[in-house]
């Protein structure tokens, strides 16, 4: 799910994204999978300037780190 929302922009790409902070579930939806992220599961968020931020799972948070350098943007033209 994650290749796909990277491939149709759904999702952004990790570049220029940081993780500030890491924290206990609390529920809310992870911007990977789309499942909730429960209280006995970590929280990875990644932070943007001007503000925006994603939550992930931790293996989701992973599998966007290095895909989403791999996967260009739906908007902008594939390496040659």
Request: glycine share 12%.
């Given at each position: 799910?994650?290749?796909?929302?990277?491939?149709?922009?759904?999702?952004?790409?990790?570049?220029?994204?940081?993780?500030?902070?890491?924290?206990?579930?609390?529920?809310?939806?992870?911007?990977?999978?789309?499942?909730?992220?429960?209280?006995?599961?970590?929280?990875?968020?990644?932070?943007?300037r001007p503000l925006r931020m994603f939550r992930f799972h931790r293996w989701c948070a992973r599998?966007?780190?290095?895909?989403?350098?791999?996967?260009?943007?739906?908007?902008?033209?594939?390496?040659?």
């Open positions: 799910m994650i290749v796909e929302k990277l491939g149709t922009g759904t999702l952004d790409s990790p570049e220029g994204f940081e993780e500030a902070f890491v924290f206990m579930g609390t529920g809310l939806v992870c911007s990977g999978c789309g499942e909730p992220i429960v209280q006995s599961q970590w929280t990875y968020p990644a932070l943007q599998i966007w780190e290095v895909v989403g350098m791999l996967t260009p943007q739906q908007d902008q033209p594939a390496a040659r």
